[in-house]
């Protein structure tokens, strides 16, 4: 399996910024797909932005736009730069790692957004 930690949420003020960044270890050669996921209260959880081992990426309409996801092969990191937050981006925001076998997500970063 694959291990993720995250860093970065925090609180912000509606308009501002925030970079999320997690870091893998354990099977990382079997991940085939990194990204970020968020839960908001009484929500299911949603995948939001993903990028592929060849650098594609994807993203929710709801974040088009404001969100970038990039990753840092050597580092084996993701990170999630956010901008334009709004108050409907406040969520438990989760580092997910995919691969053909499995799927692995972070224990999530609080990201608060105030208007």
């Given at each position: 399996?694959?291990?993720?930690v995250e860093t970065g949420g925090g609180l912000?003020?509606?308009?501002?910024?925030?970079?999320?960044?997690?870091?893998?270890?354990?099977?990382?050669?079997?991940?085939?797909?990194?990204?970020?996921?968020?839960?908001?209260?009484?929500?299911?959880?949603?995948?939001?932005?993903?990028?592929?081992?060849?650098?594609?990426?994807?993203?929710?309409?709801?974040?088009?736009?404001?969100?970038?996801?990039?990753?840092?092969?050597?580092?084996?990191?993701?990170?999630?730069?956010?901008?334009?937050?709004?108050?409907?981006?406040?969520?438990?925001?989760?580092?997910?790692a995919g691969a053909t076998m499995f799927?692995?997500?972070?224990?999530?970063?609080?990201?608060?957004?105030?208007?």
């Amino acid at each position: 399996q694959v291990q993720l930690v995250e860093t970065g949420g925090g609180l912000v003020q509606a308009g501002g910024s925030l970079r999320l960044s997690c870091v893998a270890s354990g099977r990382i050669f079997s991940i085939n797909t990194m990204g970020w996921g968020r839960q908001a209260p009484g929500k299911q959880r949603e995948l939001v932005a993903t990028i592929t081992n060849s650098g594609r990426t994807n993203y929710t309409d709801s974040v088009k736009g404001r969100f970038t996801v990039s990753k840092e092969n050597a580092q084996n990191s993701v990170y999630l730069q956010m901008n334009s937050l709004k108050p409907e981006d406040t969520a438990v925001y989760f580092c997910y790692a995919g691969a053909t076998m499995f799927a692995s997500w972070g224990q999530g970063t609080q990201v608060t957004v105030s208007s």
